[in-house]
């Protein structure tokens, strides 16, 4: 696999819309693209980021990120999204993202980097134990 180059996305519609496909790999409910582009922009208000791996021109994977602060961890980086497209997986990418979401965390200050994932997700949470992050508890949630 040749060298990975990574890019934050800024903000124009053609650049979020170039992630729309590897996005609804993690998250199928996304049917509409244009509908994608304007939550994506209303999240970048609130300090959202699209970090995006690129090999020869072809989106391998990205991360959606934002830099937050609770009484639990302090300033942390929360990773909202995390996915490498599936002719990708297994080369490294998600690795390279975790790493790169790291070294923001430091160059921000944070304390902590978290995530959330599924509880039947045993290849993500194995994954996430290689990468050196440890589950702390379960995360709660109802629909209203």
Known sequence: MNTLRLSHIDDSSQDY???????RELRPHLTD?????????????QGYRLLVAWQDG???????????ENLL??????VDDLVTAANAQRHGVGGKLIEAL???????SCAHLVLDTALGNALAQRFYFRQGLLSKGLHFSQKL
């Open 17 to 23: 819309l170039t992630c729309f496909n590897v996005m």
């Open 33 to 45: 693209a244009d509908a994608f582009v304007q939550q994506v922009r209303r999240q970048s208000q």
């Open 58 to 68: 072809h989106l391998m994977g990205l991360a959606g990120y934002r830099v937050q």
């Open 73 to 78: 961890y302090g300033k942390f980086l929360y």
């Open 102 to 108: 790291r070294n923001e965390a430091t160059l921000q």
